[in-house]
């Protein structure tokens, strides 16, 4: 399915879109130019006082991506996916976190830290999750512009994370946490595939791990806890995972993100799912 073609008469009031085949006669007979390439629009060179049909404006937000469809009874008429930079935002961050720390780690010209002076305001959102959000008002607004939208729809979801993790999850166990019934030995056999995490080694026997060693201060939390066998449990000692696995940054970052194993994508979706709710009311 190609996309409608967005109309503006001359005095720039949106019409109702119309098919290519139909924009390209108005174009060729000189009806009509060209007044934007993304989304493709045309501006006729007449004024249009007949009114036109409204359309439904319905947003699908995701974690990485945002679907965006006009649709004109049951018809889709137009449909975009809107990628969102978030990761990209976060990676700049932490950047421009690590650069000022060196200068002021070198004793060279830097900004004073501003830790204890700042203050979020309520509704605050880390900066990739509210890209999401301006990033999608940004092009409701623009297709408000381009077409005649009278119905905004945005799918509320949530996302259930203990559920994604324990499908057949239900009652009281919610409140049980998920070593319930578990020995830990067993809940991290489980949860790192019954492997060393530092060899991938199996069908050895296998120890119990503290990621942080417990001698600098580790915590007997499940987060800190991985399996090991002997051999790489003595080889790491007392050693900060980091140094251990210096040569080794490919499994250093798996164990980081298996210990703690975040549902990051859901979790953005939770944070966000009402903030594009409340501005789009601003609309009204």
């Known amino acids: 399915m190609s996309n409608f073609i967005f109309v503006l008469d001359t005095n720039k009031k949106p019409l109702t879109p119309c098919k290519p085949s139909m924009a390209r006669k108005l174009l060729t007979a000189g009806k009509a130019a060209i007044f934007r ?5 045309i501006i006729l060179k007449k004024a249009v006082t ?10 699908d937000p995701g974690s990485k991506t945002t679907g965006i469809a006009l649709l004109q009874g049951e018809k889709v008429i137009f449909g975009a996916e809107l990628t969102h930079r978030g990761q990209a935002i976060k990676a700049s961050l932490e950047s421009r976190r690590s650069l000022r720390r060196g200068r002021r780690n070198r004793h060279t010209r830097y900004r004073q830290a501003r830790f204890f002076n700042r203050t979020r305001k309520k509704g605050w959102l880390a900066p990739s999750l509210q890209h999401r959000v301006e990033t999608t008002l940004t092009w409701v607004d623009k297709l408000r512009r381009l077409a005649p939208i009278g119905l905004i729809v945005q799918e509320l979801v949530r996302f259930d994370l203990q559920q994604l993790e324990n499908p057949e999850i239900s009652g009281i166990e919610y409140q049980q946490g998920e070593l319930q019934g578990y020995e830990v030995r067993q809940y991290l056999l489980d ?4 492997k060393c995490a530092y060899c991938n080694t199996e069908n050895l026997p296998l120890q119990v791990e503290h ?6 201060g580790g915590s007997n939390r499940i987060s800190n806890l991985c399996l090991a066998c002997e051999k790489c449990n003595l080889k790491k000692g007392t050693q900060n995972i980091e140094q251990f696995l210096a ?3 490919d499994i250093l970052k798996h164990i980081i993100a298996q ?3 975040p549902l990051k994508d ?8 009402w903030a594009l709710g409340v501005a789009e009311l601003e609309y009204e």
């Open 247 to 249: 040569k080794k940054p």
């Open 211 to 216: 990621i942080h060693p417990k001698a600098k």
């Open 266 to 273: 859901a979790a953005a979706v939770n944070s966000t799912r």
């Open 37 to 41: 390439r993304f989304p493709f629009t």
């Open 259 to 261: 210990a703690k194993r």
């Open 191 to 194: 949860k790192w595939n019954r």
């Open 50 to 59: 007949a009114t036109v049909k409204s359309i439904a404006l319905k947003l």
